[in-house]
Structure formats: structure tokens, C-alpha cells
């Protein structure tokens, strides 16, 4: 019998829990810089600077937050050059009726493949918990030497020389037995098991994408949403980025007090669970009668492509020399799913894999590179302008809390680059809903030097 045929008997009680939501705007994946937080604020400014409501391209749509909040009003082109970002604003906008897609959690669970893949990998699996079970009661070294050295990737493509004797076992085995298993991808294990997941969960992650490969086709991208939701939800970094894996030594090379607390938090958590808690958040968005596209292109080829019904393009690129693909590279991956090499460093003299396990090739973005940044800017002004659109340029504070990296460019610049391409600039920052012509604007800009801005440009 086809695991699709079960009868899932808690599915009828489900739907009913469903039709009672009212769909809020929701956190779709941990991310920096989420205009969540600003929904109304924008939605505020769009509908002054368009009172008749026209089409908005959301041109740099990251998380999809604010695509969602507008297509309530407004048919939304939402944009991003990442396909993560694609997957998770055709989930908003375009959302799944079919309450079938609940039933997911409990295939999952009951994959045919899931077994298989535990018995296969179960020596990897079974050292993790060994070395984690026994880092808990003072033995932490282990634990420090599976962090550092326990990469399936990384063994697959250079055997580890430092690691300790069972690991490499484990590895070897677990290697060795990948080769039952043409079928099933097993990206997740491969590039992620140990690193950024436990291996329990990474195989869990692989069951999860190997049964949206089998479910029809008008399914297949809400599941891939909610699975890239607990991919975010799941990986154990600092931050639910993938920047960086754990450190699991301090700085003079000691295995770090909460390292077990650490890896804990994120690793004892259930992959189905959190799957089925998001797919229930997803069959929860309120369907739309708008037509909205969703486009995984570069900005510069979408606003070519611009429709015509589009009347404002709202932009909120990145700011920072740090490159989103650096922090999402890991949800970029599972949805691709597409077995990318992985990026080499320098470190001290050898030529390793990235710490991050970085897919090579990632994109790098015009807007973070200080040489570039005024040419894509100037060429996002110039394209607007062009097409006779307003644009809605928002503008991030400096968030020093978190580490950030300060902005590449600067309000004056980003200023006088607008003059050359619109005769109104007008500025608002939440809390002060205040607009003015262009001197004021300037003086306004000075006075929230650290706060947020949208600056709404036309001609
Ligand atoms: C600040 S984030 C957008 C956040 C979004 N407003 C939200 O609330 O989640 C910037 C986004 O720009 C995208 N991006 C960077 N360079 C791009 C380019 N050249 N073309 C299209 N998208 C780009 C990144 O992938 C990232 O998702």
C-alpha cells in the first residue's frame, strides 16, 4: 500500500481547527533585517502615494513579510534573486487550499524510506548521541572533535585526518552505506548532518523532501515552505543563520561550559513536529483575489519586466556589506536541491572547506559592494523613473546590537543619486508619519539618521 492511501484519522478535526484561523502576518523564517515589525507603516505609505490601489512589486522580497501584508489590497509582483525567498512569497500569495497538506506531517513520519535511512546511517547518528550523552557529564572533548571534524561532506570529499578514531569509523560507514540510496538525495544529511542539524534530524529533513518529491505537483511548494520554516527554526547556530556553525571552544581552545546546553536547545527538537506545526501556518494564509506573480530574478532584469499595472515599486535591498546568500545559503540549498561544491578558504596556510560550508557560486549582491553599490542604486532610481513608477525606497538603521556591519552607502548619497532621476522626494519614518518637500526631506533624513525611512520618490 502507497503511504499517500493512509487514513489519517485526526485529519477531519484538523480542518476544523484550520477554518477557525484568522491569518496574521507571520514570521516565515528567521531573518535579518524583516520588515514584519513595519507592515502597516508601509502598507500606510503605499496607500498615500497610491490611493487607487495599483499593483506594488516588492522588488527585494526577502522573508516575504511585507508582499504578504500588501496583497491584501494590492495585486503584488514580489521579487528576489534567492529561491528560498520565491518558495516562501508563492506560499503567501498564491497560498494551498487543499487541506491534504496536512497529512504530510504523518506521511513523513511513516515514509517507507525513513527506517531505512535511520538503520543506514544509525552509526553516525548513534556516535552524535554517544559523544553528546557523554559531553553532558564533563567529557567534552568528544564533542568538540565531532563539531569540528564530523562533516559528511566534508569526509566525503577529504577524509578527516584529525578526527578521532570512532568518528572516522562512523563516517567511513556511513559513507559506505549512502550507496543504497540512489533514489533518495540525502542533501540534508550529506551537506548539513552534524553541522548545522543532528544527524537524526538531517535524515529526517531528507524523508521530508523525498516525500514532497513523490506529492502532487500543487503541493509540492507549500511543502517546500514549510520545510524550509523548520529548516530556520531548527539549525543550531547563534542567530538561526547559517553563517556560521557553533564554535564549540573559546578563544584559548577550551571546550566552551554551554556547549551541551547549546547543542541541546536546537538538536533534541522534533523535524516532523515543527513540519507539521508549520504546515498548519501556511494552510492558514487567507486566499487572495488578486492575481500575484512571484519572480526569482536579478532587480535589474525585473524592473525590465516591469507590468504595466505596477504603479509603485517598494525597495528594501540589503545595506550592508554582508551578503544575504551568506546567512540563507543553507535554506537556498534544500530548496534547490541541486548538490552545489562547496566553497574553499585559506585557513592558516591550508585550503579547506568553508567553516560555513558555503555553496560556491553564492550570489553576491551589487548592493553590499561598496565599489558597486552606487551603480545599482543609481540604476534602480534610473529604471523607476524610466518606467514612470513611484518607488518606495526603504532605508535600515544601523543595528549596531546585532553586530551589523555599517551601511554601504549613505543617506546623502542615496539622497542626491534620487534628485537625478525625480523631482519629489518625500521621507517618512514610523511614529513621525511626516512628509515634506525636498530641503525638509534632507533635514528630516539628518535628524533619524538611525531610524527607519522610507523615501518615496516620482515625477
Ligand atoms: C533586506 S532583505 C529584504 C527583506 C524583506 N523586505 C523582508 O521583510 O523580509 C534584501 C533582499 O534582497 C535580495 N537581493 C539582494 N540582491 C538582489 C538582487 N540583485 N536582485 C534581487 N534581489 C536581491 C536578498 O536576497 C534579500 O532577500
Not at 498615500?48 to 509582483?77: H, M, T
Not at 572533535?145 to 563516517?171: M, R
Amino acid at each position: 500500500m502507497h503511504l499517500h492511501k493512509l487514513e489519517i484519522s485526526s485529519i477531519s478535526s484538523q480542518e476544523n481547527i484550520v477554518e477557525n484561523i484568522i491569518c496574521k502576518p507571520f514570521r516565515t523564517i528567521h531573518y535579518l533585517g524583516s520588515k514584519l515589525r513595519l507592515l502597516e507603516f508601509i502598507k500606510n505609505v503605499a496607500d498615500e502615494a497610491d490611493p487607487n490601489r495599483g499593483a506594488i512589486c516588492d522588488l527585494f522580497a526577502g522573508s516575504g513579510a511585507v508582499s504578504q501584508y500588501l496583497s491584501k489590497d494590492r495585486r503584488v509582483v514580489s521579487v528576489d534573486i534567492q529561491k528560498y525567498s520565491q518558495i516562501i512569497c508563492n506560499a503567501l500569495l498564491n497560498p494551498c487550499s487543499d487541506k491534504n497538506i496536512l497529512k504530510y506531517g504523518d506521511y513523513s513520519r511513516a515514509s517507507t524510506i525513513k527506517n531505512s535511512l535511520e538503520k543506514s546511517l544509525k552509526s553516525i547518528i548513534d556516535y552524535e548521541i554517544e559523544v553528546i550523552k557523554n559531553g553532558a557529564v564533563g567529557d567534552l572533548e568528544p564533542v568538540c572533535d565531532f563539531l569540528e571534524n564530523g562533516s559528511l561532506y566534508g569526509a566525503i570529499v577529504d577524509f578527516p585526518a584529525q578526527g578521532a578514531e570512532g568518528l572516522k569509523v562512523a563516517l567511513s560507514e556511513t559513507i559506505n552505506n549512502l550507496k543504497y540510496f540512489e533514489s533518495v538525495t540525502l542533501l540534508a544529511t550529506r551537506y548539513f548532518g552534524g553541522i548545522y542539524y543532528s544527524y537524526k534530524q538531517a535524515v529526517n529533513i531528507d524523508v521530508i523532501l523525498y516525500e514532497i518529491e513523490q506529492a502532487p505537483m500543487e503541493l509540492r511548494n507549500t511543502l517546500m515552505a514549510a520545510l524550509l520554516s523548520t529548516a530556520s527554526d531548527l539549525v543550531n547556530t547563534v542567530g538561526k543563520q547559517f553563517a556560521q556553525p557553533i564554535r564549540p571552544r573559546n578563544k584559548s581552545g577550551e571546550p566552551k561550559a554551554k556547549l551541551i546546553q547549546q547543542l541541546n536547545k536546537d538538536r533534541e527538537l522534533c523535524v516532523f513536529d515543527t513540519f507539521e506545526s508549520w504546515l498548519h501556518k501556511y494552510i492558514g494564509v487567507n486566499n487572495s483575489t488578486h492575481a500575484h506573480e512571484v519572480l526569482c530574478m536579478d532587480y535589474n532584469v525585473a524592473l525590465d519586466l516591469l507590468p504595466e499595472d505596477v504603479s509603485i515599486v517598494y525597495a528594501d535591498p540589503p545595506y550592508t556589506r554582508d551578503h544575504y546568500s551568506r546567512f540563507y545559503h543553507g535554506l537556498e540549498t534544500i530548496c534547490r536541491n541541486d548538490f552545489p561544491e562547496i566553497s574553499k578558504t585559506n585557513i592558516g596556510g591550508t585550503i579547506r572547506l568553508s567553516r560555513g560550508l558555503y555553496r560556491d557560486n553564492r550570489h553576491q549582491s551589487a548592493f553590499c559592494i561598496k565599489s558597486q553599490a552606487p551603480d545599482a542604486f543609481s540604476n534602480l532610481f534610473k529604471k523607476v523613473a524610466q518606467k514612470g513608477k513611484t518607488l518606495m525606497l526603504s532605508y535600515s538603521p544601523y543595528e549596531k546590537d546585532n553586530n551589523a556591519h555599517p551601511r554601504v552607502m549613505q543617506l546623502d548619497d542615496l539622497l542626491s543619486l534620487a534628485k537625478q532621476h525625480f523631482k519629489n522626494t518625500k521621507s517618512y519614518s514610523p511614529g513621525v508619519f511626516l512628509h515634506s518637500k525636498l530641503n525638509h526631506t534632507e533635514k528630516h533624513l539628518k535628524a533619524s539618521d538611525n531610524g527607519e525611512l522610507i523615501l518615496v520618490c516620482s515625477n
